[in-house]
């Protein structure tokens, strides 16, 4: 005699084998962006700003217009103002938010005194170090690309391959605290420099000296690099210097 299914399994076989119910993804739904990263936005975004003289030297704005602007709230641009006060490049002005700081002929002076110590070390390690052709391939590629910029008449993309060449040079150095230093400096004299671009002499000059300073340091010459490279800079803030006084501009 056959037994007789019981009701819940009869149940089942009357419905069907049982389903599952879909399990839920584990990625959530996309939600606001962490607040160190929009901070890191904010900070960048206005920093590229002043860089390129969109915010220029004296230009205040508002925290709630710098917000309004860049599409966040007020916190992370309050944060990033405080980061980029840190570095020279405002000055945080209370109830009124930030004022873009101008650089003087002195300004620019201190500036370079330090900022050529700084990248002379940064040669004299790397030269020291006896880096390998593929390391040092960045470098070559931005004096081919120095050279080119010079013959087509192009000083933007002169300037770009120039700030690439420096770049790279403190970057190979591998000191993380030097890097930190050279490019808050390098930062604080970049509106100067790009200003003055095409007041100053074709850097036929300067691109020579970019190639000797790449020589010395493929050569592991590092008091040859050091020197080179100071001879470099020193005669880099001889011409903006010389800009200042001759136009009369207290600041830029």
Do not use: C
């Amino acid at each position: 005699m056959r037994a007789t299914p019981s009701p819940r399994k009869r149940k089942a076989a009357a419905t069907g084998p049982a389903v599952r119910a879909p399990r839920r993804s584990a990625t959530r739904p996309a939600g606001p962006a962490p607040r160190s990263t929009r901070v890191d936005d904010a900070y960048a975004a206005i920093r590229r700003r002043i860089l390129d003289n969109v915010y220029p030297p004296g230009h205040q704005a508002l925290e709630s217009a710098l917000a309004d602007e860049l599409g966040i709230s007020r916190t992370p641009v309050r944060e990033a103002l405080i980061r980029l006060a840190n570095e020279g490049l405002v000055e945080v002005v209370p109830r009124h938010g930030m004022r873009v700081l101008p650089v003087s002929p002195a300004d620019m002076s201190e500036i370079y005194t330090v900022l050529t110590a700084l990248e002379s070390a940064a040669a004299e390690i790397l030269a020291a170090r006896q880096p390998t052709d593929a390391e040092l391939q960045p470098l070559v590629d931005a004096t081919r690309d120095m050279t080119r910029a010079l013959k087509q008449d192009d000083l933007d993309a002169w300037a770009a391959a120039d700030e690439r060449f420096h770049q790279g040079l403190v970057e190979l150095a591998g000191n993380r605290t030097l890097a930190d230093a050279i490019g808050r400096l390098a930062d604080r004299s970049h509106r100067a420099r790009m200003f003055t671009l095409r007041l100053r002499p074709k850097p036929v000059n300067s691109t020579h000296e970019h190639m000797a300073m790449l020589e010395r340091i493929r050569a592991g010459d590092a008091a040859g690099a050091v020197d080179v490279n100071r001879a470099h800079r020193q005669r880099a803030t001889r011409e903006l210097v010389a800009i200042f006084e001759r136009y009369r501009l207290q600041q830029l």
